[in-house]
C-alpha cells in the first residue's frame, strides 16, 4: 500500500509537477495518499514552466501553488514509491540513495518509455509529454490503492 508518492525530473517545472497533480487527480478519492515531487537538480523556489502550467490549466487543474524543490536523500527516504521520467534517472537516484532503489521506478514502466524533458521547447513537445504523463499516471493509479 502507497500512502506517499514521488514524482521526480530535473528541474522539478516541468514533467515531474505535470505528474503530481495529475497523479493527485486520479487519486483524489483514496484517502491518505500524498503525492509530492521534487528535482534532482531542482530549480528550487520556482513555479511550474508557464508552458506546463497553461497545459494543466486548459485540463482544468491548478498548478499555481507549486514551488520546485530538492529530491534529498531525506525527501527519497519518505517516500514509498518514487517515480521518475528517464532511465537515468533511476540510475542517478541508486548511485546517491541507494536505500530507495526497491521502491524507485519508470512512470511510464508499464509502457516501457521513458519521458523526455520539454523544457524551453515548443508547445507541441509539452502537448507530447503531457499526453504521456497523462496515459502513464492513468496505467499507474490503478495499482496504488
Not at 9 to 29: K, W
Amino acid at each position: 500500500m502507497f500512502k506517499k508518492l514521488l514524482l521526480v525530473c530535473v528541474g522539478n517545472i516541468c514533467r515531474s509537477p505535470t505528474a503530481e497533480i495529475l497523479m493527485r487527480n486520479a487519486l483524489r478519492d483514496r484517502e491518505g495518499v500524498e503525492v509530492s515531487s521534487a528535482g534532482l537538480q531542482a530549480l528550487v523556489g520556482k513555479p511550474v514552466d508557464p508552458m506546463a502550467a497553461t497545459l494543466l490549466r486548459e485540463h482544468g487543474l491548478d498548478p499555481d501553488a507549486h514551488r520546485a524543490r530538492q529530491a534529498t536523500p531525506e525527501v527519497l527516504a519518505a517516500a514509498d514509491l518514487i517515480l521518475v521520467m528517464e532511465q537515468a534517472h533511476v540510475s542517478r537516484i541508486i548511485r546517491d540513495a541507494p536505500q530507495v532503489s526497491g521502491k524507485t521506478f519508470l512512470l511510464g514502466r508499464w509502457d516501457s518509455l521513458e519521458v523526455p524533458d520539454p523544457y524551453r521547447q515548443q508547445r507541441i513537445a509539452f502537448e507530447h509529454v503531457y499526453s504521456l504523463i497523462e496515459k502513464s499516471v492513468d496505467r499507474w493509479s490503478k495499482y496504488i490503492k
